[in-house]
Nanobody, 124 residues
Framework: QVQLVESGGGLVQAGGSLRLSCAAS????????MGWFRQAPGKEQEFVAT????????SYADSVKGRFTVSRDYAKNTVYLQMNSLKPQETAVYYC?????????????????WGQGTQVTVSS
């Protein structure tokens, strides 16, 4: 079992930056690939980024490539999502998730544990 708690959300102007954190407790984070997803009001939850168990492999949704960076700190059992050049349409609840896959992908079904989410609001 692993528990995930996101933080770092808030209100930011378009073009601004935020760094989200996902703190894991329970089973060590090295046992999981970690992903970030988001859900905007009235829309389906969508994949944002993922990082492998080793941290050596990352993958991003096309819409965030070049602007978002996922990373992990094993000593702190924490995964980060650095978001730059944010757009109003990226207003959403952002969720982190843990997957037992060595290298998880963009499918929600690959993830076993989910956090409660953190709200990101980008104003125009």
């Amino acid at each position: 079992q692993v528990q995930l708690v996101e933080s770092g959300g808030g209100l930011v102007q378009a073009g601004g930056s935020l760094r989200l954190s996902c703190a894991a407790s329970g089973r060590t984070s090295t046992s999981y690939s970690m992903g970030w997803f988001r859900q905007a009001p009235g829309k389906e939850q969508e994949f944002v980024a993922t990082i492998s168990r080793s941290g050596g492999s990352t993958s991003y949704a096309d819409s965030v490539k070049g602007r978002f960076t996922v990373s992990r700190d094993y000593a702190k059992n924490t995964v980060y999502l650095q978001m730059n050049s944010l757009k109003p349409q990226e207003t959403a609840v952002y969720y982190c998730a843990a997957s037992a896959w060595v290298v998880a992908g963009s499918q929600k079904s690959q993830y076993d544990y989910w956090g409660q989410g953190t709200q990101v609001t980008v104003s125009s």
